[in-house]
């Protein structure tokens, strides 16, 4: 399995910005689907971005949509998520995962096999 690193988690005030980042080992990231998820205390792990390994696959949930941006650079193995304007309620840990090579991008948390250890984003009022 690829084993995954998010970083650039902390704290910052509601209408902020933070950026995500996803370092992923092995030499197939090019070829892969990747996604990001999120859990809140109290609550299931739910879906935010996913971006498939072809052009111009990508899926947002409806709670982050026109805010957060999925991306990746597959010369440096990383994914990202910028994140704006956040409100409280974007207070969570969040993940980074990966699909196996060549499958298409899906909101399924299911269909992902390997998974970052998360980085907790907490946004005050």
């Known amino acids: 399995q690829v084993q995954l690193v998010e970083s650039g988690g902390g704290l910052v005030q509601a209408g902020g910005s933070l950026r995500l980042s996803c370092a992923a080992s092995?030499?197939?990231?090019?070829?892969?689907?990747m996604g990001w998820f999120r859990q809140a205390p109290g609550k299931e792990r739910e879906f935010v971005a996913a971006?498939?390994?072809?052009?111009?696959?990508?899926y947002y949930a409806d709670s982050v949509k026109g805010r957060f941006t999925i991306s990746r650079d597959n010369a440096k193995n990383t994914l990202y998520l910028q994140m704006n304007s956040l409100k409280p309620e974007d207070t969570a840990v969040y993940y980074c995962?990966?699909?196996?090579?060549?499958?298409?991008?899906?909101?399924?948390?299911?269909?992902?096999?390997?998974w970052g250890q998360g980085t907790q984003v907490t946004v005050s009022s």
């Open positions: 995962a990966a699909c196996r090579p060549f499958r298409i991008a899906t909101i399924k948390g299911g269909e992902y096999d390997s």
């Open positions: 092995g030499r197939t990231f090019s070829s892969t689907a």
């Open positions: 971006i498939g390994w072809m052009l111009g696959e990508l």
